[in-house]
Structure formats: C-alpha cells, structure tokens
C-alpha cells in the first residue's frame, strides 16, 4: 500500500482533533462563566476529558484489532463532531461536562486508530516519520486553534465550536470515503489471535511494558515543563504576555520541525535506540537549563533543548513499540494512547503542587524524571538481550 495519502488523511484527522482541544482552551473560561460555574467546575471538564481518554484509548485499540482500523477512527470522528456541536449548544453546566466526558470518550479512539494505521502499512524504515507527521499535525493544531478560537469567539462565543464541528464533519466524510482499510481480522491467521486479557498480560511483563513506562515517563516530564512554563516564566524573570507567547510559539515550531522532518531523517541514519537515549538525556539537561535559567535567552535556549529532544523521542518510541505490537497494533497503539494520556493527567498537576511549595520543583523534580526513564531505558535494553540470549541457549539445547 502506498502509505503517503492515508498519512495525509490521518494526519488531517489529528489535526482537527487537537485543533478542536486548542479552540477550547481560550474559551472556556468564559463561556463556563456566562453559565454560572467558576474554577470547580473548569477543574472538572479538565480532569474529566484526560481521564476518560486514558480509561478508554486500550478499548478502541483492542475493538479496531477485531473490526479493523477504519470504523474505529470514523466513530471518533463523528462522535468528536457530535459533542463539539453539542458544546456550542449547551446552556447549562451539565450539558457541558456531558458533552466534554464524551469528547474524552471518543477522541482517544482516533489516536489509537490512527498510530495502529501507520503500524499497519508503513515499513520499519518509515515508521518513524509516519508517527512523527501525526504528532506534528497534532502540534498544529493545538499552536493555531487557541488564535482561531479566540478571533471566532469575538462576537459569539458558541461559533467556534460550530466551526469546530463542521470541520469535524469534514474529516470524518473523507475517512469513511477516502482512506482504505489497513487491517482485516477476517482472516484465518487473525482468528487464532489470543484474547485480549493475554495479549494485556503479555504486554506489561515484556518489553514493550518498558516501553509504556517509557511513554508515560516522557507525557510526565513533558506535560509538567509545559505546564507551569508560563507561570515560573512570569514569576521569576517578569516576562510580559508577549515574551510568553512567543516562548510558547518557539516550543511549538520546534515541536513541529523536529517530529514533521528530522525525526525519519535521522531514525534511517542512527536508528530508533540512539534517538530514544538521546531524548532522554536531552530532556534531562532541559530540565536542568530551566532552573539554571537567567534571562529570556538562557529560558529560550533549556526549552528548545527540552522541546527539540521530545520532539524526536516520542515518534521514534510509537515506532520502536509498534513494530514489537506485530498483529496487536491496536490493542498496544491504544495503551500506548492511554499512557500518554495519564502522564497528561499526573504531569500538570504534580507541577503544580511542587511550585506552590517552590517555583524551582518541578524543573529539579524534572531532572529526576528524565534520569529514571534513562534508567528504565538502560535496564529494559540489558534485560531484552539477556532474555534474548536465554531463548537461543535454550533453543540450542
């Protein structure tokens, strides 16, 4: 199959996606507000969103292992239209948090989908560069959709999510019309599959359970430095609105490049291990420029550092477990959707208790982070040789 137009479609996909998360993030506030809510109630359509796509990815993933990829990404994308729609709709509380739970619910099906796609059809060599131009559209998406929603909520704070929807819409006709089918567990090999209790216990007792370790370290380490970024920018050096956003738009061109262009470029040369190791240790040091941090440049130069090191890491780690996922790829795209999504979930919040006790914290705690993923790395690559080396003695013998 010639993977670059279904990549096209899927990366498309994602972008609405977040797309549709980023219109959300300006208007909020005030749309929770104009229905009588306050922080409580924001705290919860927060928390609800998050924890239901953790809670949910591995279900989609295991359903699209026995009906195929593209039902499961075309339910996450009408339903993602669906609750959007209902968003812009509601005029009470509860309508909202309905609609944002069954966003959660359903939007963790498309990542799921999607990643098991590119395991699919995408070869050893262009794995890496498929998961990087989803992550990358992801970026997109969530860099552009606070400016969209903020100049389409100017007269009406309803129309961004109507407009959100519509494109929703859109993005579901050309999945369910335009992208093939990548799998099809009709088949007699596919029937012989294990069941997916045993292929979850498998899962998390090898390899590829360092890997979701891995996964969720790196969405930890990530979604805390972004998380309080602004914050410990404006408290400690006095940053204006301005010097913020662009910090935040560096983070995110930076995200872009590294995952759109350099990450299947240098996965060919150096292969998937050196780039995992590297982001590790890179992390590591951003963390430690944060809060060795003096100026504007010094800030600038530990978040390009930290931003441009994940960047490469977390496409090239999708890649490096999906091609151990073999004829489970959506069983194990989706724990690995839901991984990412927990550390999204602990990381902000774990930031943010360590800075009301001291605004350096969670960079110092950050450090920590990045070290035991280096370790978890490092031990989980001696142990798959020795493991390795146990089956060919025993295979001899």
Known sequence: MNTRNPIRILSFNLLV??????????????????????????????????????????????????????????????????TLFMFGLATEFWVLFIARTLSGILSSATMAAAMAFIGDSASEKERSAGMGQLGAA????????????????ANS???????????????????????PESYFPQTAADKKIRPAWNVLYKTFIGSTGILLLLIFIMSLGQTGFQGIMGLYAIDKFSFDTKQVGAL???????????????TGTLSKRF??????????????????????AVNYFTTLLALSIFTLSLALAIPTLNAYLSSMAGEHQGTIMGLNSAANSLGKVLGPLGAGYLYEMNIEYPYISGIGVSILGLLVWVCGVRLDKLTNQNKKVENCE
């Open 17 to 82: 996606v977040s797309l549709g998360y980023g219109l959300v993030l300006p208007i909020i506030p005030f749309y929770i507000e104009s229905l009588g809510a306050g922080g409580r109630e924001l705290g919860w359509l927060t928390a609800a969103y998050a924890f239901m796509q953790t809670i949910c990815a591995p279900f989609w993933g295991i359903l699209s292992d026995r009906i195929g990829r593209k039902p499961v990404l075309c339910v996450g994308m009408m339903g993602y239209a669906v």
């Open 138 to 153: 992801m970026g997109v998406g969530v860099i552009i959709g606070p400016l969209v929603g903020g100049l389409l909520s």
């Open 157 to 179: 704070l309803s129309l961004p999510f109507f407009v959100g929807a519509g494109v929703a819409l859109m993005a579901f006709l050309l999945a369910i019309f335009v992208l």
């Open 248 to 262: 935040w738009m560096v983070m995110g061109g930076i995200f872009i490049l590294g995952q759109g262009v350099l």
């Open 271 to 292: 292969g998937e291990p050196p780039l995992i190791l590297a982001g590790l240790g890179g992390s590591a040091l951003g963390f430690f420029g944060m809060a060795l």
